[in-house]
């Protein structure tokens, strides 16, 4: 999705967790966007604890949960900002799992939860598009 703003403004919007209740219906996050950190993520049906594992400002957010162990299940969540030469910024946001238990796991994440990330995805959008330049 192309959002019509600098990845500086769009990270702005992303990183600040405490702001999500005010735009996205989808989550609700906890926490601070600093790689190491603990997050309390809160999703339709479902709340997990991910630790952040990559926050590069104005170009990567990603978290990652385990349950048991890697090699049993990891569900691994990644935005990645990408500037475009028109001045606008390409936000790309990706879930992936691994692991051995990823079957069974896969059956709890529906269709509806690729539902709520598209809408998370036009909430941002529109967000950091109506929001002030000075914000």
């Known amino acids: 999705m192309d959002i019509a703003a600098t990845p500086e403004q769009v990270w702005d919007v992303l990183s600040d967790f405490d702001s999500y209740g005010q735009w996205s219906n989808f989550s609700r996050v906890s926490g601070t966007a600093t790689k190491g950190t603990r997050l309390s993520i809160r999703m339709p049906g479902m709340s997990f604890r991910p630790f952040v594992t990559a926050a590069v400002p104005n170009q990567e957010l990603e978290w990652s949960a385990t349950i048991a162990s890697e090699r049993f299940f990891v569900g691994r969540h990644t935005f990645t900002l990408i500037p475009n030469e028109?001045?606008?910024?390409r936000l790309n946001n990706v879930e992936t799992f691994s692991g051995v238990s990823v079957r069974p796991f896969r059956r709890l994440f529906t269709s509806k939860?690729?539902?709520?990330?598209?809408?998370?995805?036009?909430?941002?959008?529109?967000?950091?598009?109506?929001?002030?330049?000075?914000?």
Do not use: H, I, M, W
Not at 86 to 89: A, L, Q, Y
């Open 113 to 135: 939860e690729d539902d709520g990330y598209a809408s998370f995805n036009r909430a941002l959008k529109q967000r950091v598009e109506t929001r002030p330049a000075s914000a």
């Open 86 to 89: 028109d001045g606008t910024t």
